[in-house]
C-alpha cells in the first residue's frame, strides 16, 4: 500500500487520526468541540476538528460520512463527500445534518466522519465538435431499470 507524508497540526485534545484496521482507507475525524452541541431534527452545523494539514500537490482528502453514526443517530455529512484540497490551509470542519426526528447531540471527542486521502488527475480539456457514441449512449438516471 503506497504512503505519503502528510505534515498536520493538532490543535484539538484529541489524537491524530489513525486506521482503525490494516485495511481501513478512511481515518476517524473527531469533535474538537469544548461542551455537547445539540443538533435538532433537519438542523446543521460545522462541527471544528482542531485539524488543518499539508496535502502535497496532487492530492486530496475527502471527508466522509461515518455508517455507524448515520444508521443509529440518523447524523450525515453534508456536501458529501467534502473535498479538501491540496492548497487549503484552514481548519478542517466537518458539516453535520441530523436526519432523524429526535434531538442528537455530538460530544466533545466524538467521531463524526471519516477522512480518505488520495491522489487526483487533473484534465486537459480537448475542445471538439463531436465524442465518440457508446452503446449507453445519452442514457441517463435510471435507464438501466429497476434491478
Known amino acids: 500500500m503506497e504512503k505519503i507524508t502528510v505534515k498536520i497540526i493538532n490543535r484539538s485534545f484529541n489524537p491524530l487520526p489513525g486506521y482503525a484496521t490494516e485495511g481501513s482507507s478512511g481515518m476517524d475525524l473527531r469533535a474538537a468541540i469544548e ?46 463527500p467534502g473535498t479538501i484540497d491540496a492548497d487549503y490551509r484552514g481548519e478542517i470542519k466537518v458539516i453535520l445534518i441530523n436526519l432523524s426526528d429526535t434531538v442528537q447531540e455530538i460530544n466533545p471527542g466524538d467521531r463524526i466522519a ?34
Do not use: Y
Not at 116 to 145: C, K, M, Y
Open 35 to 80: 461542551a455537547p452541541v445539540l443538533l435538532q431534527p433537519l438542523q446543521r452545523t460545522a462541527v471544528p476538528t482542531g485539524l488543518f494539514i499539508e496535502l502535497p500537490v496532487g492530492f486530496e482528502a475527502q471527508i466522509r460520512p461515518r455508517s455507524g453514526l448515520a444508521l443509529k443517530q440518523g447524523i450525515t455529512c453534508l456536501n458529501s
Open 114 to 147: 471519516q477522512m480518505i486521502v488520495q491522489s487526483v488527475t487533473q484534465v486537459e480539456w480537448q475542445p471538439a465538435l463531436e465524442i465518440n457514441d457508446t452503446a449507453r449512449g445519452e442514457g441517463g438516471f435510471g435507464h438501466t431499470g429497476k434491478s
